[in-house]
């Protein structure tokens, strides 16, 4: 469930004309509901409670927000409010999951390729853990934990071999993917890690790929996870904590709903059962996607002869990139619809490149020049990954909460822009 609504026939965040902002703002610009964030969290930490799936110390289970999702302080922040860690993949990310005050035992550090600095400020910081995700990075941690005097608290990052995930580029838990070390790589790194003194293992995770919509890849990868915890202990390993990482799929309109997250719970709770472990969770999509728009104006209806007609508009692929990256469907809404027959248009961008289609021969509304437009399911993977690719300004980012709305990230000028390059002393 979202809050975005039709209100007088005008589409609405919470109990904001989405027009008003696009005429205040400009265009393009993403528009987030904190009504929706907050809900979906909360959805996720009922479930979770209600089968019973604790954290440490026999408290909530820790929700770590993918911060790679959606990264502007404001959203963090809001999401901080209800509770909510961060589960992140570079310095930068941790820095802006403390900014929007996260506090460091509910940060996560993942990725594959943190660097011996990078490892350095998380253990400054005092992260509540960081997901190994390979040998040598294991040893690297080590080391720089022992020059600063402390023990790395880990968790080794299994692959569990299983294909899941929405496209390829999001699949993560192939062992022919870069991600994570295999069962008996996992028990030996495991073991040698618990006999150093730079290091303290206390748990094991996975993360297998991004919108899921299918829970039993997740639930075999997750019995592997148990029988792997199990012989850990059985070789006299303690094993605290058990991190299942996000991936739950959400609806893009056009594909039949994922799983809620009641039935995630329960399927967790009944593949691992009984398992004595605090659990930790990183969700991004499923807690952003819904929670955003994109909003844009219809700048022409270019047709051809033939009949193809283009709906071309000021938002393009460096504004919202995932259409082009992984052919992703986002539901198309003018925020006032023209009454009428629908009609068939290829949606575009202004950039000088064919990647830069948003959909083709897509039934809508008739549109017209001057027509704003909602990118639907677009506050995860969205701003994150925008660009001022053919220089085109940073696009801006608003945040909703009942009728108020605050631009989040202005969008920058042209002055700006230009005032970021550096020109070399020999001109
Ligand atoms: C991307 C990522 C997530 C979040 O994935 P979603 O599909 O957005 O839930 C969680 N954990 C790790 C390690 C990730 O790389």
Redesign the pocket.
């Known amino acids: 469930m979202n809050h975005f609504e039709p209100t007088h026939g005008n589409l609405a965040c919470e109990g904001v004309p989405l027009r008003d902002i696009a005429q205040s703002v400009g265009t393009p610009v993403y528009v987030y509901s904190s009504a929706t964030l907050e809900r979906h969290y909360e959805v996720l930490r009922h479930a979770l409670a209600a089968e019973g799936l604790k954290g440490e110390g026999g408290g909530e289970a820790l929700i770590a927000f ?1 911060v ?2 959606n990264s502007n302080l404001a959203v963090l922040k809001t999401l901080a409010r209800r509770g909510a860690g961060a ?1 992140t ?1 570079s310095e930068g990310e941790i820095r802006r999951a403390l900014a929007a005050g996260i506090p460091a035992h509910k940060i996560v550090f ?2 594959v390729g943190k660097t011996a600095g990078e490892l350095a400020f998380a253990l400054k910081a005092g992260v509540s853990e960081i ?1 190994i995700e390979s040998e040598p990075e294991m040893h690297l941690a080590a080391q720089v934990a022992q020059s600063l005097g402390t023990r790395a608290v880990i968790a080794i990052r299994v692959n569990p071999d299983v294909s899941a995930g929405g496209h390829a580029k ?1 699949a ?1 838990g192939k062992a022919d993917n870069k991600f994570g070390v295999s069962f008996s790589e996992a028990e030996r790194l495991y073991a040698q890690a618990s006999n150093n003194a730079g290091l303290k293992p206390v748990g094991v995770t996975c ?1 297998i ?3 899921i919509t299918d829970l039993a890849p997740m639930s075999s990868a997750f019995a592997k996870m148990k029988g792997l915890v199990e012989r850990l202990r059985h070789e006299g390993l303690a094993v605290d904590r058990l991190d299942l ?4 799929g959400v609806p893009y309109f056009n594909q039949p709903d994922p799983p809620t997250p009641a039935d995630y719970a329960r399927m967790i709770a009944q593949t691992l059962g009984d398992l004595d472990v605090a659990y930790s969770f ?5 807690i952003a996607a819904n929670a955003g728009v994109l909003l844009a104006t219809v700048l022409h209806i270019h047709k051809r002869p033939e009949g193809r007609k283009f709906a071309i508009l000021d938002a393009a692929m460096n504004d919202l990139i995932r259409p082009a990256m992984y052919e992703a469907y986002h539901d198309i809404i003018p925020l006032a619809p023209r009454a009428g027959p629908p009609e068939i248009y290829d949606v575009v961008g202004p950039i000088c490149e064919t990647g830069d289609t948003f959909t083709r021969e897509r039934e809508l509304p008739p549109l017209a020049a001057g027509d704003l437009v909602a990118f639907m399911s677009a506050g ?2 969205g701003a994150v990954m925008s660009s001022e690719y053919n220089s085109r300004l940073l696009v801006p980012e608003v945040l909703v909460r009942g009728d108020r709305y605050a631009v989040v990230r202005p969008r920058p000028t042209y002055e700006d822009m230009l005032a970021k390059d550096a020109m070399p002393d020999w001109f």
């Open positions: 993918a790679k999702a589960d993949v993942s990725g997901n999001i993560t993360h790929g991004s919108q990482g996000g991936g739950l990183e969700p991004g999509r499923m995860a993977y």
